[in-house]
Each structure stands twice: as C-alpha cells, then as structure tokens.
C-alpha cells in the first residue's frame, strides 16, 4: 500500500508542474494578446474590419476564457491554449506574410504541446505551420491571395514595436516552460539521488541486520551450551557426587546433607527458569502479556536494583500471539539497551491498549545519546534500535525515539511504539 501511495503521489507531482506551466502561459497571454489586438484595431482604425481581425479577436476571447476556466480541466484547457496559438500564427501568416512573430507563435505552440501531451501529438502540430507557410504561399504566388504587405513595412516604427512586444511575450512563455522544465529534472535528479542513497543505507543496514541475526544465532547457541556446561553440568556433578557418597554410607541423610541437597536442586531449578525465559517465556504464552512483563521487571528489580515503574492498562482480553511476542520483545529490548547503554537510576514503562491500538512507551533518565551517536554505532554493529524499528515496521506499526544528552535540563531517552492489536494479513 505504501508503494501505491508513493508511486501515485509521485505520478500527481510530475503532473503538477504541467498545470503549472499552464496557468502561467494564460495569465501571460490573457494579458499581452488583448493588448496587442487594441494595438492592431488602432493601426487599423481607418479601414473596415476583415476576417483577419475577427479571428484575432476570437482567439483572444478563447484564451482569456480559458484562464477563468479551470474546471474545464487540464486536456481541454492545454488544446485550447496549443490551438489558439497556432490559429493565431496561420492568421498573422495570411492576413500579412511573413510577419515578426508568427514563426515564434508556431515554435511556442509545439513546444508547450511537447510538453503537455508528448512527442507524438508534438510531431502533428509540427506539421501545422510548414503546411501554413506553403499554402498561404502557393495563393499568392498565384494571385489567389493578397496580403497586407503594410503590416511588415519596416519604415513604420509601430511594426517594430508590436514585433518586440509579440516576440518578448512568447519567449517568456517559452522561457517558463523550459524554467519549469528544468526546475523539474533537477527535482527528480535530487529525489533519485536522495532516494539510490536511503536504498543503499536501507540495504547496508538489511545486510548488517542480517549479519548481526546470524551472530545472535551464534551467541545464543554458546550461551546456551555455557550455561548447560558451566552451571548445570556442574550442579549435577556435585549432586551427583553426594548421592554417591550418600549411598555408600548409610543411606540415609543428614539434616546437612539434605539441605545441601535441596539447595543444589533449587539451584538447578533456577538455572532451568532462567534459561527458559531468556529462550521464550512460558508465562507469556500461558498467562498473557501482563504477567509475563510484570515477571521480567521484578526479576530486572532484583538482579540489577534499578527502580522499575510498570504500567499496563486496558488488557480485558488477550491478543494475537504475535503482537503479545513484539510487545514483550520491544519491551526487553528497550530495557536491555537502557540498563547497558544509559546507566538509568529510574524506568517508566507504560504498556496501553487503545482503541484497535497498542502503545508502548519506555521512558528512562539515564545519558541518552544524539543520532550522530546512534548512526555511529549502527554503522559499527550495534543494532538494537534498528532490530526494534523494523521488527515495529513488518507489523504495520510506528516507533519513535526521543533522546537528549547527558548536557540537556532533562536527559534520558523515551521509546514510543504503537501497534495495530491485530498483526497485518499477509499479501
């Protein structure tokens, strides 16, 4: 879902800048060509009005309506505009020749066509003006056509005038179209780069994850074979060796050697539950999440003697086994960092289910750190948070972390994550 929003918002920004364009070439011309047909009326102002002038008319009226006519939409509002141009060169090129500024009109027109509905239609009206040309050229050529050859004399300062005017106007328009253009390559250049990078970081930070995922395989794997050889390996040899020597005596023992019997059995016992928890707590799956992490915090209360505050609220029924696991895990995992990293006195951890919703929040008052700090360490190896973000993120969730530094009024880190109560489906 993500990807169809991103890719949908991306389509909606690159069309974005054609709207654009757009609104900018008839706020242009909406102004320049009204001014520019009064200044044609005026040069005519003694001779009857033709065909010529009303079209111009026509096509000024056209353009100026489809600036104060948006919900007409983009297409029409672009072919109006591509067309109005061009019907406006072909007039300037039949009512007076080879005028400034009807070859600019034409390049104008194709080039917002190439920019508005691509290089197919682009190559269509390409073929509009040289077919103009040829034919306005074969009349005349052959008496069927006369021009008004005043309307070029370059001896009247006016022409000049309106030939700066029109040619200024339309290298504006040009000039914005290929600005936002450029502006929008440039855009997209940085967005690909900014995006190749955080794939890059994404995919070195996956493939550490990896690495470290094996390495805790292994770690674990040792500690496991540790605690069995050392601790209980080691109990049993020494009950073993007491019944022995209970057994070739009298059989029967002492108060001592009871005691001492019962205590390496307790010992034992310990050594079983805590490996077991460390592996998975049975009490999360049997009892449910709030017992399981009131178990881990008054254990951590006893083994560490750090002040542990636990609040869990709104738990009337049990969740999915899977969000009871990550919530539990996020738990242990923020504790675990915070009694390693921050060298806390005091911890507030704050379990709520909420409308649809688990939040998790674990607050502590210890160093906390700077995210040049954590980039440092995450580079080095360290991927604690890393884990935690995106064991959050496969679950649909959002996690934030809030830290300051030892040199802040209020230092410590806080652990906000929020869960959906029920694990996504899969694809």
């Not at 709207?19 to 044609?40: C, E, F, G, I, N």
């Not at 709520?352 to 980039?375: N, P």
Request: with cysteine; aromatic share 6%; net charge neutral.
């Amino acid at each position: 879902m993500s990807f169809i929003a991103n890719a949908s918002f991306q389509t909606e920004g690159m069309h974005t800048w054609r709207h654009q364009v757009l609104d900018v070439a008839l706020k242009l011309t909406s102004v320049v060509m009204p001014l520019l047909l009064v200044a044609v009326v005026a040069a005519r102002r003694d001779e009857p009005f033709d065909g010529f002038i009303v079209v111009y008319g026509l096509v000024v009226a056209l353009l100026v309506a489809l600036r104060f006519s948006p919900q007409l939409g983009f297409a029409v509002r672009a072919a109006g505009f591509v067309a109005g141009l061009q019907i406006a060169a072909i007039d300037a090129v039949a009512s007076s020749g080879l005028v400034p500024g009807s070859g600019m009109a034409a390049l104008v027109s194709v080039c917002l066509t190439g920019i508005f509905f691509g290089r197919r239609v682009m190559m269509l009206v390409l073929l509009i003006t040289p077919l103009s040309y040829i034919v306005v050229g074969w009349l005349v050529a052959h008496n069927g056509h006369q021009l008004r050859l005043q309307d070029a004399d370059p001896t009247v300062y006016v022409h000049w005038v309106r030939a700066s005017v029109v040619i200024a106007s339309l290298s504006a328009l040009l000039g914005v179209a290929v600005d936002h253009l450029v502006k929008q390559v440039e855009s997209g250049y940085r967005a690909a780069v900014e995006s190749a990078a955080a794939t890059r970081t994404a995919y070195d930070q996956l493939g550490m994850l990896h690495r470290r995922l094996e390495l805790a395989k292994e770690e674990q794997r040792s500690l496991l074979a540790r605690e069995l050889h050392d601790e209980m390996g080691q109990t049993l040899t020494v009950l073993k060796l007491h019944m022995q020597l209970l057994f070739r005596g009298s059989g029967a023992a002492t108060p001592k050697q009871q005691a001492e019997l019962l205590e390496l059995v307790d010992r034992l016992i310990s050594h079983v539950r805590k490996i077991s928890l460390d592996l998975r707590p049975t009490m999360l799956d049997e009892l449910g999440l709030e017992p399981a992490l009131a178990a881990f915090v008054d254990s951590h209360v006893r083994r560490d003697g750090v002040q542990m505050t636990l609040e869990v609220e709104g738990f009337t029924e049990r969740l999915s086994p899977e969000i009871e696991h990550a919530c539990f895990r996020l738990v242990q995992e923020s504790v675990t960092n915070t009694l390693r990293h921050a060298n806390a006195k005091r911890l507030v951890i704050q379990v709520r289910r909420e409308q649809g919703h688990v939040r998790i929040a674990v607050k502590d008052d210890g160093s906390g750190f700077s995210a040049q700090e954590a980039a440092s360490k995450a580079a080095r190896g360290h991927l604690g948070l890393v884990g935690m973000r995106e064991r959050v993120r496969l679950l649909g969730g959002e996690m934030i972390v809030t830290a300051s530094t030892s040199e802040s009024a209020h230092p410590g880190t806080s652990v906000n994550v929020t869960l959906p109560s029920t694990p996504p489906r899969a694809p």
